[in-house]
């Protein structure tokens, strides 16, 4: 995969992530400055690179190596964004540093499973950040990375608890805590082999086993083929949301090119999809105005489907940050 392309115009910011922040700042200009200043702290590391003719690794964290993902929700119309934290080729400590420059509360030390895993040799990007603006509110989240070496310890630390989720078909693949929220994580898996019957269980642990029918359904509808078949072709990410007293949050993840053959149709599915399910995307909807004809990963990352005990469901969808948009 070719390295991002990086623009030799003077920038403050991603290079190609101007519009889509000027699109943003134009939908809640109650947050255009939080947001563009938070971006621009993030860029840093990227333009001091490229000013010194330093070469830009991929990121792990988009299909095209871009460094940064907006996150838009059926349920929310916040701003949210994922970022690689430095460069990518940085150690796991120089990223923490680096976090701790946005999170002065995170510290792996508080978080025995954290610790141990921050210190895993295999790790290949160690951590993700990712900011939420919220009406002059920033809310933060720090991943931790599951190397292959650390895969036992999560599934031992968390088999007491929820057994469903330590069988060999779930591979953990990422931690998810809040600075300053000790009690809360989220724990990401990969499934190897979906099933109907796997699944019943997941869902299960987070009281959702009614709900299962219906996300097959919509599974289905986003793929376009019967709900009956729709896990044969597909690799599911799962993730559950644990806090103390609180019944656990089920998500499904899939990727967009496993569904979707084009942008723009993937665009039109997901918006249908949160309109039917009783939400609406208005900032995706601007975007996705300006998407190009193509395969449909270049844009789209991530799609979601969260499942809450009460019956809640919300679509979700990750687009990468130099996302094409009309000014």
């Known amino acids: 995969m070719a390295r991002p392309i990086l623009n030799t115009a003077k920038t403050d910011l991603f290079p190609g992530l101007h519009p889509a922040v000027a699109e943003a700042g134009r939908f809640r200009p109650a947050d255009a400055r939080s947001v563009r200043e938070m971006l621009t ?22 299909p095209n ?4 993902e907006f996150n838009f929700s059926s ?35 508080t978080y025995p499973l954290l610790k141990a895993l921050s210190v895993a040799p295999d790790q290949r990007y160690g951590h993700w950040i990712s900011f939420r603006h919220q009406y002059g509110m920033v809310g933060c989240k720090v991943y931790q990375e599951v190397p292959v070496s650390g895969r036992p310890l999560v599934r031992s630390a968390l088999g007491a608890e929820f057994p ?13 805590v809040m600075p300053g929220k000790p009690g ?17 269980r997941l869902f299960k642990a987070g009281n959702a086993s009614g709900q299962l029918s219906f996300a097959l359904n919509c599974l289905g509808y986003l793929a376009s083929q019967p709900a009956a078949s729709v896990l044969n072709r597909l690799r599911l990410g799962v993730s559950l949301r644990a806090a103390p007293g609180k019944t656990p949050e089920i998500t499904l993840f899939v990727h967009a090119a496993q569904l979707f053959p084009d942008n723009r149709q993937a665009a039109g599915i997901i918006l249908d999809l949160a309109g039917q399910l009783g939400g609406q995307m208005p900032l ?44």
Not at 65 to 68: A, D, E, F, I, Q
Not at 284 to 310: C, N, T, V, W
């Open 65 to 68: 190596g871009y460094p940064l």
């Open 284 to 327: 995706y909807e601007r975007l996705s105005r300006q998407f190009e004809e193509g395969p449909a990963y270049p844009a789209h990352g991530m799609i979601s489907l969260k499942f809450d005990p009460p019956g809640k469901v919300e679509v979700g969808v990750g687009v990468v940050g130099n996302v094409k948009v009309g000014m």
């Open 164 to 176: 469903e989720f330590t069988g060999p078909a779930l591979e953990p693949m990422l931690i998810g």
């Open 184 to 200: 809360l994580m989220e724990f990401y898996y990969r499934a190897s082999a979906p099933s109907p019957a796997g699944l019943h």
């Open 41 to 62: 702290r993030l860029s840093r590391p990227w333009l001091a690179a490229q000013s010194a003719g330093r070469p830009v690794d991929n990121s792990l964290l988009t």
């Open 75 to 109: 349920r929310s119309d916040d701003i949210c964004y994922t970022a690689e934290p430095g460069l990518p080729d940085d150690s796991p400590a120089r990223k923490r540093q680096y976090i701790r420059r946005f999170a002065p509360d995170f510290d792996p030390e």
